[in-house]
């Protein structure tokens, strides 16, 4: 996070941001001296950009080509499907709180000691899931995440293991229902930061004050700033979130913010890219909320599949930061 509060992400996180924002859906591969030009407007070197592209493309997120001297970069097949699939989720996070049956997923277990590397996985990957510890070895989250904890656990090799879909009983001990188990003020904390960060966009747009490097630079920013929030909220019922819980808000700013700022990013990225190919500058485009809406209907079932390089990844990442403790960014 910057000092003036703004979301700063690595060069790989950028660089697969902005291919997915600005080329998805393109056979074309971009030369390599264009996207090191790209991550300039992030603060990136060569040397840490070019790590990046070798780095992204040895998980086969990127494809690689080579003419002559000259090595380019572009997206795998089938990649920008799942790209549109992510875009969705993400865009839609948080418009409105889920229904709920009352019914709570509950995981309990026990690991001997001399497993603590299965216990150890068993619960960074049930956080993963959206499972929290309501305590030592009892795990539960609202939505039914009963079928992918049961095969987590079968997975694991973990033989002393229950998966339940369960109610309270009311009149508990105050404080010790299931809802104890998210810690919700953090959250609540950054998404009024959020708000607070990139509410005068609005103004600054209306004035016309923001121009195509800063637009390419601060959408890029903001995408990375709420991308992390539908990773790190447990999504709860309305019924159990705090007063003054200002996801809506804070979504309805990120929408109308990220969607201004398109067509101004898009012009920039194709300058840029123009440096290097002006053919393939002419190929950029920018999605905004309702386009992306559209082709995420046209997709059917082609974007909800998990065995792509590139949710493998998303996968690993998330494990990796969980298991060091702090929020992906």
């Known amino acids: 996070m910057s000092d003036d509060g703004r979301a700063r992400a690595e060069p790989q996180l950028l660089l697969t941001s902005l291919l997915g924002d600005y080329w998805y859906w393109r056979d074309e591969h971009i030369p390599s001296a264009a996207l090191v030009r790209l991550l300039a407007e992030f603060g990136i070197g060569q040397e840490n950009a070019r790590a990046a592209m070798r780095r992204l493309a040895a998980k086969d997120l990127l494809t690689v080509s080579r003419h002559g001297r000259t090595t380019a970069y572009g997206i795998p097949p089938r990649t920008s499907d799942v790209i549109v699939d992510r875009t969705h989720r993400m865009l839609t996070f948080g418009a409105s709180a889920p229904e709920w049956d009352g019914c709570w997923t509950v995981v309990a277990f026990s690991v001997p000691e001399q497993e603590r590397e299965v ?7 049930l956080r993963v899931l959206g499972l929290a510890a309501l305590y030592d070895g009892l795990w539960v989250s609202p939505r039914d995440l009963a079928g992918p904890a049961r095969d987590l656990v079968a997975e694991l090799g973990v033989a002393r293991a229950t998966v339940l879909r369960a109610t309270e009983v009311p009149g508990g001990p105050s404080g010790g229902g299931p809802a104890a188990a998210f810690d919700l003020d953090g959250l609540a904390a950054d998404y009024r930061g959020f708000v607070r960060t990139y509410e005068p966009l609005r103004e600054d747009l209306a004035a016309g004050r923001i121009g195509p490097a800063d637009a390419l630079r601060i959408r890029t920013e903001l995408r990375v700033a709420w991308r992390a929030f539908p990773e790190r909220d447990p999504d709860l019922p309305a019924e159990m979130l705090p007063p003054g819980w200002l996801r809506t808000d804070a979504q309805r700013l990120f929408l109308e913010v990220y969607d201004r700022l398109g067509p101004l990013a898009e012009h920039r990225f194709r300058q840029l890219l123009a440096e290097s190919d002006p053919d393939l500058a002419e190929l950029a485009s920018h999605h905004d909320s309702t386009r992306i809406s559209r082709l995420h209907d ?25 298991r060091r403790g702090r929020p992906s960014v």
């Open 119 to 125: 216990r150890t996985a068993l619960r960074s990957r």
């Open 298 to 322: 046209e997709l059917g079932d082609r974007g909800s599949r998990g065995d792509t390089p590139f949710e493998q990844a998303v996968r690993a990442r998330r494990l990796d930061e969980v």
